[in-house]
T-cell receptor, first 116, second 113 residues
Framework: DSGVTQTPKHLITATGQRVTLRCSPRSGDLSVYWYQQSLDQGLQFLIQYYNGEERAKGNILERFSAQQFPDLHSELNLSSLELGDSALYFC???????????????FGSGTRLTVV | AQSVTQLGSHVSVSEGALVLLRCNYSSSVPPYLFWYVQYPNQGLQLLLKYTSAATLVKGINGFEAEFKKSETSFHLTKPSAHMRDAAEYFCAVSMEYGNKLVFGAGTILRVKS
């Protein structure tokens, strides 16, 4: 167990639908990152939140959105789903730099989304 | 912007042979560098990281990597491959800790008995 929890592990849904993926970061980590892993695109950075605020944006589609809540968990919302959105979605977390930081990024086990 | 190139999408070695997985990065500043391993149907597990301390970094499962600034490389090695090392390996870079990780395309390691 990495300490980063993602739910659900698997999700099958139809085109045009909307889904929400959830991530609980490692205890004490303020940053949450979302990545999409697909066979043709590899591991692509989507978006980062730090202590509730959006910090960086990557190749995230307008149909996708995310937020980080006061308890630091994060949700990735995917809407108007297309077949091409089928992928493994990872969440990672990292601690703030400071005394005792191990400078690691810890990944969850991912949510496998299948759009049919 | 930083980027990572992993030379060889597939590497095949015999059990007991040396493992060498290549990673070159481009970054305008001294980077933070990472190697992750992904076993089938699993998440990403950190093998080791370089954070501007010692240039030779030892990680888990007998892996190590050497940061060579002059070659902008961070190759991953293991003296003797084991069947359980068969997995996909990703090199990643971050310009600053707390920034996003940028990943290479990955190298699938096959270990032959």
């Amino acid at each position: 167990d990495s300490g980063v929890t993602q739910t659900p592990k698997h999700l099958i849904t139809a085109t045009g639908q909307r889904v929400t993926l959830r991530c609980s970061p490692r205890s004490g980590d303020l940053s949450v990152y979302w990545y999409q892993q697909s066979l043709d695109q590899g591991l692509q950075f989507l978006i980062q939140y730090y202590n509730g605020e959006e910090r960086a944006k990557g190749n995230i589609l307008e149909r996708f959105s995310a937020q980080q809540f006061p308890d630091l968990h994060s949700e990735l919302n995917l809407s108007s789903l297309e077949l091409g959105d089928s992928a493994l979605y990872f969440c990672a977390s990292s601690a703030s730099p400071g005394t005792g930081t191990n400078y690691g990024y810890t990944f969850g086990s991912g949510t496998r989304l299948t759009v049919v | 912007a930083q980027s990572v190139t992993q030379l060889g999408s597939h590497v095949s070695v015999s059990e007991g042979a040396l493992v060498l997985l290549r990673c070159n990065y481009s970054s305008s500043v001294p980077p933070y560098l990472f190697w992750y391993v992904q076993y089938p149907n699993q998440g990403l597990q950190l093998l080791l990281k370089y954070t501007s301390a010692a240039t030779l970094v030892k990680g888990i499962n007998g892996f190590e990597a050497e940061f060579k600034k002059s070659e902008t490389s961070f190759h991953l090695t293991k003296p003797s491959a084991h069947m359980r090392d068969a997995a996909e390996y990703f090199c990643a870079v971050s310009m600053e800790y707390g920034n996003k990780l940028v990943f290479g395309a990955g190298t699938i390691l096959r270990v032959k008995s």
